[in-house]
C-alpha cells in the first residue's frame, strides 16, 4: 500500500512574456494627410504571470501473487492545478496582434483510477508476459479567473463546472419534411424548408438562437486502455502492443468541409445521401445555395460529432534468433519483422482519432494527417 502528496510548480511558457514592448515603427495619418513615425505597444501581455501549481494526491496498491506470476497495481489521483498558464484569447477589437494572451487562467481538476494487471509464464519452452492497463479521467474546470466568464474556442465552451473544451451548440432534431412541420415549430429562419435541421428549442421561447446553445459532448477521452503481449517459444519470439481511448466525440473540420450545403468544391461521399423530395429517409439536410437556414452550424447533427472511440494496434513483431555459433565470428544473430500502425478500429470518419489540438479545443480535428503504416525487416548481430 503506497500513498503520496506533494506540491509541483510549472512553467510551460516561452521567455519573457510577460514584457510588453513598444513597436518603434508606427505610421499614423492626421487629419493634413501627414504621415508621422511613432511607437505604440501593439500586443497586450500579462504582466502578471507566474508558475503554475499543481498539487496531487496518489492512494495505491502494488501486489504481486502466485509466486510472481500474477501482478495488480491500482491507484487513485486527484490532481489540482492553480494559475493555469494558457493562450487566453481576446478579441482583435482590443487592437493587440497577440490575441491569445498568456496568463494564470484558473483551477483544473483531474480525477481518476489507474489499473495495470499482469500475468508472467517464465518456465517451459513457452514463456510469455501479458500486461493490459485501464485509466479513466474526470475532468472539471474549478475557476476561470477574473468574473469566470466561459472561455469560447472553435465550437466548444470552457466554464466554471464543466470540463474544458466540451462540445458546444445547438441540438439536433431530425429534418424537417413538410410546411407544416416548419409552421408548427419554433421559428428558424424565413426560408426555412423541408430539407433543413429541425433544431430544438431548448428554453421554449418559440425563437432559435443562441439562447438555445448548450454543451453536447466531452471532447476529453474518459476512458484510456493498452495491451501489452510479449512472448518466446524456443527461439521465436513476438511482440504486440494495443492501445486506445473512448469517452469522447470529435469535431472534424475536414468533414464538415466536405459536407458543405453550397459551392462547387468536392464532397464527401456521404453528400450522396442528402435529403430530396425523393429521398426524406435520411440525416442528411438538403442543399441549397447560402444554406438559408444554417445548417451548418455546430450541433450535434450525425456526422457533426463523431465517436471518437479507437482501438489501435500499433506494433506487431516477430523475430527469430539464429542458434548460437552458426556464423563463425557471430556470438548471436536476430531476424525479425515489425509492423507499426498496423490497424485501427474506429467510427470516427477521418484519420487519426488520437490527433492533438488546441488547449481549448481538445476535440477539435483540424486535420490531423494519417499516421503512416509502417514495415520493417532487420537483422540484429552481436559480436
Known amino acids: 500500500l503506497r500513498g503520496s502528496y506533494g506540491v509541483l510548480g510549472n512553467q510551460e511558457i516561452n521567455n519573457y512574456l510577460y514584457q510588453p514592448y513598444v513597436n518603434r515603427n508606427v505610421p499614423y495619418h492626421f487629419g493634413n494627410n501627414d504621415v508621422v513615425i511613432g511607437g505604440i505597444q501593439t500586443a497586450v501581455v500579462d504582466q502578471d504571470i507566474k508558475w503554475e501549481e499543481t498539487t496531487q494526491l496518489n492512494i495505491g496498491l502494488d501486489a504481486?501473487?502466485?509466486?510472481?506470476k500474477f501482478t495488480l497495481s491500482a491507484e487513485y489521483y486527484n490532481r489540482i492545478t492553480n494559475d493555469i498558464l494558457v493562450g487566453v484569447p481576446v478579441p482583435a477589437s482590443t487592437g493587440s496582434i497577440n490575441t491569445n494572451i498568456v496568463t494564470n487562467a484558473g483551477s483544473l481538476k483531474n480525477e481518476g483510477m489507474e489499473f495495470e494487471i499482469g500475468y508472467h509464464k517464465y518456465d517451459g519452452e513457452f514463456k510469455f508476459d501479458i500486461a493490459a492497463n485501464v485509466s479513466t479521467?474526470?475532468?472539471e474546470v474549478l475557476a476561470l479567473g477574473g468574473n469566470n466568464e466561459p472561455i469560447y474556442g472553435v465550437g466548444t465552451r470552457t466554464?466554471?463546472?464543466g470540463e474544458v473544451g466540451q462540445h458546444f451548440g445547438w441540438i439536433y432534431d431530425g429534418l424537417f419534411q413538410s410546411q407544416e412541420e416548419i409552421q408548427?415549430?419554433?421559428f428558424q429562419n424565413p426560408a426555412t424548408s423541408p430539407g433543413d435541421v429541425r433544431f430544438v428549442d431548448v428554453n421554449d421561447d418559440g425563437v432559435i438562437n443562441d439562447a438555445d446553445r448548450v454543451d453536447l459532448a466531452s471532447a476529453i477521452p474518459s476512458l484510456t486502455y493498452g495491451l501489452n503481449i510479449t512472448a518466446y517459444y524456443k527461439n521465436f519470439d513476438f511482440t504486440t502492443f494495443v492501445s486506445g481511448a473512448s469517452g469522447y466525440q470529435i469535431h472534424?473540420?475536414?468533414?464538415?468541409?466536405?459536407m458543405h450545403t453550397t459551392d462547387y468544391i468536392n464532397w464527401h461521399e456521404d453528400?450522396?445521401?442528402?435529403?430530396?423530395?425523393e429521398n426524406t429517409n435520411t440525416d442528411i439536410p438538403r442543399v441549397v445555395a447560402d444554406d438559408p437556414n444554417n445548417n451548418g452550424r455546430n450541433s450535434d447533427r450525425p456526422g457533426w460529432l463523431q465517436d471518437g472511440k479507437h482501438l489501435r494496434?500499433?506494433?506487431v513483431s516477430l523475430g527469430y534468433t539464429l542458434p548460437e555459433a552458426l556464423i563463425r565470428g557471430i556470438q548471436s544473430a536476430r531476424v525479425?519483422?515489425?509492423l507499426q500502425n498496423l490497424y485501427t478500429f474506429q467510427a470516427y470518419k477521418g484519420y487519426n482519432p488520437d490527433f492533438t489540438s488546441g488547449v481549448f479545443e481538445p476535440g477539435f480535428d483540424n486535420g490531423s494527417y494519417p499516421l503512416p503504416r509502417t514495415y520493417m525487416m532487420g537483422v540484429q548481430f552481436s559480436f
Open 64 to 68: 504481486t501473487l502466485l509466486e510472481g
Open 137 to 139: 479521467l474526470s475532468n
Open 159 to 161: 466554464a466554471v463546472g
Open 184 to 186: 408548427d415549430h419554433a
Open 252 to 258: 472534424s473540420r475536414l468533414y464538415r468541409t466536405l
Open 271 to 277: 453528400i450522396l445521401d442528402r435529403w430530396t423530395p
Open 313 to 315: 494496434i500499433n506494433t
Open 336 to 338: 525479425y519483422v515489425t
